[in-house]
């Protein structure tokens, strides 16, 4: 058991490093975005034979949301990354627009929503699982009755949205926890929690 998951009051407060450190990922991750975007546009083909398969390449673009919740810990870690990172893909040219921002916002609060049900006092593997699976939520929602609202429900829709979900789990959930789990031992997550907490899983 670690300070994170029993005993100490979690402080809420934003200090600077926070903030910087939020930024940097969602800038990161607003190039990584961009580049997916193209690599999207690109496979579209490869699933031709069922086209709801390509949403197992989706996690990419959640993956912020839940990297930045399980490092920083505090309210609203998720939500402002995964805008912020939407936000720089759109700038940078996207084939979706601006609309992708609002997606952003959706993604971010699906994490959001994980880890304030677990009061933002647990950041191990479920944690972890549960902030991507509800990320891949707030996806597929605003997916199904956005993006593919004209599509066949059955054939497209729903097989789409369960993709969605699933790739987010494994992606950005699992992901996320293992990259905060390579990242922990180098000592740049030192200023954080997360960087001094050895038990994660």
Request: proline share 4%; net charge positive; aromatic share 14%.
């Amino acid at each position: 058991m670690t300070t994170a998951d029993v005993g100490a009051t979690p402080t809420y407060r934003w200090r600077t490093v926070d903030i910087v450190i939020a930024s940097v990922i969602a800038v990161a991750f607003g190039v990584v975005f961009w580049a997916w975007n193209l690599l999207w546009a690109a496979t579209s083909g490869a699933f031709a034979f069922f086209p709801p398969a390509q949403a197992l390449l989706y996690g990419v673009w959640l993956m912020p949301a839940v990297l930045s919740g399980l490092i920083i810990r505090k309210p609203g870690a998720s939500l402002f990354t995964e805008t912020l990172a939407a936000l720089i893909s759109a700038l940078l040219g996207d084939q979706w627009g601006a609309i992708v921002i609002v997606q952003g916002v959706l993604q971010g609060l699906g994490a959001e929503l994980a880890f304030a049900a677990l009061r933002y006092r647990s950041y191990k593997l479920p944690a972890a699982l549960l902030a991507g699976a509800l990320t891949g939520v707030g996806a597929a929602l605003f997916d199904f009755f956005y993006w593919n609202a004209a599509y066949e429900l059955w054939g497209y829709r729903v097989p789409y949205a369960l993709l969605t979900i699933a790739s987010s789990t494994v992606i950005a959930g699992v992901g996320g926890w293992l990259l905060v789990r390579a990242l922990a031992p180098t000592g740049v997550l030192d200023r954080f929690a997360s960087g001094r907490d050895r038990a994660l899983v």
